[in-house]
């Protein structure tokens, strides 16, 4: 059996012709349920945001990117890269000069090698530019490195939706709960501020403030890089120096060996294309990887860049943790107000 406490003949009775009142209904009386109503529009809107954007279907494509270019991320790898570069082009100027002039040596002129080995001589005529945007984009991968290892250390890019949609649930739910049922209104006031500190903590504690602009960076400066057109190009790139170190491996040296030089009297002579000849498997099992990652990321990394900016995320944590902070305390009940400040004035 439940009783109903009513209040005396002063304040709310005292309005009603002095007729007691229950004392639930002037706390509902005193409360303000406009800061509620907000919180559930708070929550309402941090649910729909993931939706608004797309992040449940665009955020796991962001984890398959950073989880496909994680293996070339390193100091060791991208420095490997640079190397391999290097060794290409000390082949290549090799080849335009003391090969040419050996050649040169029993009759055989430059335009002669161009016509027996074609492959060669379209890698010779477009090794600047290849040498200039390779360079170029290595460059570009090796000085975002930071910035990749910055963003690789927050959570998952697949919780990200539900960092945003779990709070709003909660925070949506305690509100219409408080609305509905009044006994519940502190209850539901302290768990719409319990997660609004939550979502004020949450950037300071993985560091967001700082990954994120890093972030940012990365993805501004991948921008010519992970383009259809980027990787076709790279790719063109890359089956023209196969096929020119094809006839350097198995057309020029042997005709080097064929004009009189031993196999060793080719390597003293020709280090650089000796070297690239022997590291060529390596450097082929190196870049191709690398290349493959770069064209299947292409739409992964789309779907990243439609988001809004990265350094715009923390905010979108703090700014509704503060609102939905301040509503919880603009709902507290005037009752309580009033007794907490006789409580501080005594």
Known sequence: MTSTTFVPESGAAARTGGLPVPVAT????????????????LGAALVTMPLAFGMFSKTPKGAVMLSEFHPFMTTARLDGFQTDIR???????????SITQQFASAGVTRADLDTRFPSLASLDAQWPTI????????????????NYQAIDALPSFRLFPWFFAVPGVLILGSAV???????????????????????????????MFQRAPDGGRMMSSFKTIETTGSVVKIQ????????GQGDLRLGVVPALEEGGLSGSQVAERFPAVTTLDRNW???????????????????????????????????FFVMPG??????????????????????GES
Request: net charge positive; charged share 20%; glycine share 6%.
């Open 87 to 97: 060794q290409i082009d000390a082949a290549v100027k090799e080849n335009k000069t």
């Open 236 to 243: 063109d790139y890359f089956a023209t120096m196969a096929s």
């Open 281 to 315: 498997v390596r450097i082929l099992n190196d870049l191709t990887p690398m290349i493959g990652a770069m064209s299947d990321n292409v739409p992964n990394y789309r779907a990243i860049a439609s988001l809004p900016p990265f350094p715009l995320f923390p905010w």
């Open 131 to 146: 040498n200039s945007d390779m360079t170029d984009l290595l460059n570009k991968v090796q000085g975002n490195l930071g």
């Open 26 to 41: 002037v706390a509902a009386g005193r409360r303000r349920r406009w800061p509620m109503i907000v919180a559930a529009v």
């Open 322 to 343: 503060l609102l939905a902070i301040g509503a919880s305390l603009l709902a507290r009940d005037r009752t309580e107000q009033s007794y907490n400040q006789q409580q």
């Open 177 to 207: 709960v408080a609305l509905r049922r009044l006994r519940l209104w502190r209850p539901g006031r302290w768990a719409i501020a319990i997660v609004g500190i939550g979502l004020v903590i949450a950037p300071a504690a993985f560091q």
